[in-house]
Structure formats: C-alpha cells, structure tokens
C-alpha cells in the first residue's frame, strides 16, 4: 500500500472517530453480534501504521533529494565536458593556424628568393659575344623559363591557400599593412604616397601574414 492510500484510510477512519458517540459502538456491537471493539489496540496499531507512513515518506524524500543531486552533479560534469571539448578544440584549430601561418611565411620567403633569382635572369642582357657561345644564351633563357614557371606554379599554390598580395603602390601609407623603410623624393607625387615596395606584404582573408616594406614620398620642403 503506498503513502497516498494509507493517508487517505487514516483520514476516513479519523472523521468516523469525529462521528462516533458510545451508543452506537454498544448498538453496533449488539446488531452484530460480536465482541465490542478494542479501541486502545486499534489506536495503537493506526499509531503504528502512522509512523510507517511517516518514515516512508522521509525516506522516499531522501531517495528523491539524492537523485536530484546526482542529477546536478552529472549535468555539472557533462557541461564541464562540454567547455573541455570545446578548449581542446579551439587549442587544435589554433595550433593548426599558427602552423599553417609558419608554412605559408616560409613558402613567402622561398618567393621572394625566387623573385629575386627572376630579377637577376631578366637584368642579363648578352652582349655581341652571346654570338659566339648560343648554347650559353638558350641555357639563360631555359633557365629563365624554369625559374617563370615555378613563381607561377608558387603563386597558384598561395592563392589556392586565399593568400594574395597586397597593393601598396600607389596607395598611401597604411601602417596597419605597411613599413616604411626609406624614402623618396618625387615632386611630381603626393605626400605620403608608396613609391615601391623593398618587400612585399601578404594578407590570408582579412589575417595579415606579412607587413609591406615600403618606400614613402617625401616632398622636398622650400627653401
């Protein structure tokens, strides 16, 4: 029998006590033909039955108590997992972009070595000797082809990783973007204006890989 029934037999039997006067116990006894109703045993065992009643509900009240703290505790240690997880996953992808950002500035470096072998090819210019040695001249322009083709196929590679370049001259003075590393002299142009690039920049989306190292316009002032 559970707690809600024995409370509610307790509460009939108490308002047929409210009820009761001696004659009808005594009329009762007579109708039925019984033995009269030993009513200090039964108060004693409604007693009984009362402080059953009473120690099951303190016991399914501390069964509930635990399991609503159990409860707490494991939807505590599921969002501690969670913020865990979550750290553990942030620290990965952050590793992985600062190790992605190392190779791509290490690929830059290896560009501008290569720009700078491109450079040298496209400053030769043979004289009237590169007549007498043709094998010469075509190994400078099979060279210079080779060394074209993997500044493209570079240059494919870092726009394939959403690297691009960034356009400083012409423009002005971007510090957030730009290094000024010398100056020039062009009255003709504003204040301020990039003139050429000692070192080009790199941005990957809206992330700066590399400042520009530029050469800033400076006007002359009158004397």
Do not use: H
């Not at 005594?26 to 402080?51: I, K, Q, T």
């Amino acid at each position: 029998m559970d707690a809600e029934a024995k409370e509610r037999l307790i509460d009939e039997f108490r308002a047929c006590l409210d009820d009761w006067e001696p004659g009808d116990a005594d009329a009762s006894a007579g109708e039925a033909g019984g033995p009269p109703v030993d009513l200090a045993l039964l108060f004693s065992e409604m007693s009984v039955l009362r402080n059953e009643v009473r120690v099951e509900a303190r016991q399914f009240k501390t069964a509930l108590d635990e399991m609503r703290a159990l409860t707490e505790l494991l939807g505590e240690q599921n969002r501690r997992l969670a913020r865990d997880l979550e750290r553990a996953r942030e620290a990965e992808g952050n590793a992985q972009r600062q190790t992605e950002r190392r190779m791509l500035l290490e690929m830059l470096d290896v560009r501008d070595r290569i720009a700078a072998a491109m450079g040298v090819v496209d400053a030769y210019r043979p004289g009237w000797w590169s007549r007498l040695a043709p094998t010469q001249t075509r190994l400078a322009q099979g060279l210079r082809e080779g060394i074209e083709l993997t500044l493209r196929r570079l240059d494919e590679v870092l726009a394939e990783r959403r690297v691009r370049a960034i356009d400083a001259v012409g423009g002005r003075l971007d510090p957030n973007t730009m290094r000024a590393v010398g100056v020039g002299f062009d009255a003709q142009r504003p204040q301020g204006e990039v003139l050429s690039e000692a070192r080009r920049g790199y941005v990957r989306d809206d992330e700066l890989l590399r400042l520009a190292e530029v050469i800033v316009n400076k006007q002359e002032s009158k004397p």
